[in-house]
């Protein structure tokens, strides 16, 4: 988790809420159920970039579908060629604002299984955490909505807004769904705002609305050589060896100092002002701080640029995966017919992921050596996201954030992305309230990742504070 | 297989066999057992380099010491902590020269298995080729001397010589065993000849003795960062990727040309002889050949050097694998903990391994990028060999394969490393024949590694003409 700096505000709000009694009472009753309902939920082993999960992601479907169902809203689940996305809403009133829930059923890969401490999709709690894939992104988060309204059908307490949820398990595979579903059915979606919770806290004390988001373009590199694999002494010195060569692309994206070395990858970004700069510095964040959450032996990247900077608000080129010839135990002299490499780049506002992934695929054919065969793909991409910091409804969220956690809170920036939040804004014009209730130490897509379930009861509770607070 | 350039020689002599009649018959009326008995080898998966492979090498050993016990040899089972060798030998009469037979029952790994047309332990024939791994490497050619000198045995001729066999099972992933053996028991070994059939012939029609061998430093380059993989969102630009630093690691050791940027790399290297350039060219080996034989799209290589020249007499620096972070189907946008490279380096003499070994370790550490830790391991070394191509055992070799194949031969060099071959050459001071009954299209190492029937009975006939050759 993010450490307080010395400077950090720790100011604890008395507690006004807004919502009823009645309604923080029955969460109060049900915190046991509501974990052993979510260990349910993250039982399911929903990986949706593999294909062979399939079944199991649609299980996780049909358990929130079932869940929202059995709340009483009207449920559609919409096949769109993918993986399912559920549909759900309470009866409309015209004269009540309307908030979306958005969240994502779907969960990462799981490999190598063998740095985990349980089983993935066998949940564990200790010590007030629940460790399972999924447990932060982003099942535990999402479902913190469905316990929220929960409480308001089981108590019989007015509702004041009218709700929907839209979720889909498509997220970590860039699906293509919740997109066309998005694009064709604005009117359905329409809302007064879009609540997404699939980020985190600043820190386990310190509670923040998230504005601005990473884009991704994320890119696969295909080296191809000999027509198979061989042996490295018969054929050694007379062929272009394609880990060589892939090696070479890989080497030729980035200069020392950790800046993209594709044309023009700088040109669009928009640099951050002075307030942001100021409210950043602020929050005291150390490359000491960095070294202990990651175990990484120093902090590295471009020049001129603070860590949180760079983390927040500039671009990177990543290596995400390489894979070519024999990478088992003991020693194969292989010459590999072939050789792949994973790179994502995270983009900021106002960079064109479609414009950054051509250039991208332009320089690698610039560079590529002779004597293999070279493909790029752009796998899939993400537009950044900037939110306006100042509107009734990041206010209500503010508002929400502080009762629900019990903390003042703060203004962040994530370098992940989430693809479909910029499509939100485009196609449903509504505002996009970026609620997170995870920590920057929950392990999302790695080994042992971790949900603290003080942090799913501080999230239900804001969301359901947040159902009073969005109708002012 | 090395196609016939026009120019190659096509001579084919008159068979005037030194071994008996009845021997050659014994050979003859029993292919098809041959065969059957290969194929029963060939089913023992006995990879050395996978531990969980154990079994199975030892039952591979045992095979081969079973049979040669059947044959009145007395045969020793030498366990020296690894997997174990086997020693065997006639009744050793000192008026007699003693050939010694050395050949290896281990195989290569089998990945990627979804490219192979058979299970690689379940041999098929087709078209009168056996196709299973091991088949060329080393299984099929090392038990044409069992099968020559049962034919012996079984008919009642009388040995001209003494047959010795040491065939051990870590060939393939570097063990000790056969070192130590042989740096301790010298006199046990002790022998006027050592026959090694573990190379090829140079090509379908013309066969060959090789008097040079590549020799080896394999490496493995271990890069590490975080101390888990990390959100590439969260902590992307915030500290140095392993998996981009080891490909500007991979990258800094070679240059475009395809030199190899190891300080002192050429320092050692003995050029080739006018004699030896000459033959090379007779040989007529071109750019079409090579792309025929390997499917890669272009020859590629150091200048001022043809492509046999280089695959026969120069060094050579190729990645073996490569493996970081996720490369299964679709995206995971991880920001990988570590990265590994497998790195082998072919040597010609006069290298030396442990000093070219050394020399690698220091390149990589010296242009190791920041923020990562780099370990350099040296997984396994063999001496290059060369051997004097004027010696009397090098003409009975000659004038056996040329009444065993009914062609003239050639004199060759072989691109890969037999490691013990150099020892052999050391402790026991005698001439190395490299009689060679593979093609260079065998697949060894690779998918589909296959063994021409007709060579491996050719095969067994040289040997057993050997057996008299030899003796004159």
Redesign the interface.
């Known amino acids: 988790m993010r450490q307080n700096a010395p400077n950090a505000r720790k100011t604890y709000m008395k507690e006004t809420t807004m919502a009823s009694e009645k309604v923080l009472a029955h969460l109060d009753a049900h915190r046991d159920q509501h974990v052993d309902q979510l260990c349910d939920f993250l039982r399911i082993p929903s990986i949706s ?3 062979d999960h399939d079944d199991d992601s649609r299980r996780a479907a049909a358990f929130v579908a079932d869940e929202l169902r059995e709340l009483g809203l009207e449920v559609e689940t919409i096949e769109l060629g993918g993986l399912p996305l559920v549909f759900a809403q309470t009866e409309i009133r015209p004269d009540r604002k309307t908030l979306l829930f958005y969240g994502h059923y779907d969960v ?2 799981v ?2 299984l063998d ?1 985990w401490d349980n089983p993935p999709f066998e949940p564990v709690i200790k010590d007030g955490i629940v460790y399972a894939r999924g447990a932060s992104d982003d099942k535990g988060q999402v479902y913190t909505h469905i316990k929220a309204l929960e409480a308001y059908i089981r108590t019989g307490e007015e509702l004041l807004v009218n709700v929907k949820f839209i979720i889909e398990g498509e997220e ?3 699906g293509e769904s919740i997109y066309r579903f998005t694009e064709e059915n604005p009117d359905k979606l329409a809302c007064d705002a879009i609540v997404v919770s699939d980020t985190t806290l600043y820190n386990e004390s310190i509670p923040g609305i998230c504005y601005s988001l ?1 884009g ?1 373009a ?1 890119m696969e590199i295909r080296v191809d ?17 394609p ?2 060569a ?9 200069d ?1 100092d ?1 800046r993209c070395l594709v044309p023009g990858f700088y040109d669009a970004v928009l640099d951050l002002d002075d307030e942001e700069r100021a409210g950043f510095a602020e929050l005291g964040y150390t490359d000491e701080i ?1 070294k202990d ?10 020049k001129g640029y603070t ?1 949180l900077e ?2 927040w608000a ?3 080129c ?19 017919a072939k ?4 790179v ?1 780049m ?1 983009l900021v506002p106002n960079q064109d992921p479609d414009a950054v992934a051509k250039a991208f695929a332009d320089h690698v054919h610039a560079i590529a ?5 070279v493909e790029v793909e752009n ?2 991409n993400a537009n950044p996201v900037l939110v306006p910091r100042k509107s009734d409804m990041m206010q209500a969220g503010m508002r929400s954030l502080e009762q629900g956690f019990g903390a003042k809170p703060v203004f962040i920036r ?4 989430i693809p479909i939040v910029g499509t939100f804004q485009e196609y449903l014009k509504s505002p996009v309230l970026l609620l997170g209730y995870g920590l ?1 130490t929950d ?6 990742e971790k949900f603290h379930l003080d942090n799913y009861w501080r999230g239900i509770r804001t969301s359901a504070i947040l159902m009073v607070e969005a109708a002012k």
């Open positions: 970039s593999q294909s990462q890969p490999d190598p740095l970590e595979s860039g990473k991704l994320y050589g000999p027509a198979k694999d061989l042996h490295s002494g018969s054929y050694g010195g007379t062929v272009k060896n880990g060589n892939l090696a070479e692309i890989v080497a030729g994206l980035m020392a950790g960095l959450e990651t175990g990484a032996p120093a902090a590295f990247g471009e860590t760079r983390m500039r671009p990177t990543d290596v995400n995966g390489l894979v070519s010839g024999y990478g088992g135990e003991g020693a194969k002299t292989v010459l590999p050789a792949l490499a994973k994502s995270r050596p002779a004597g293999v065969t796998l899939h994530e370098g992940g992305s920057s392990n999302i897509h790695s080994p042992n």
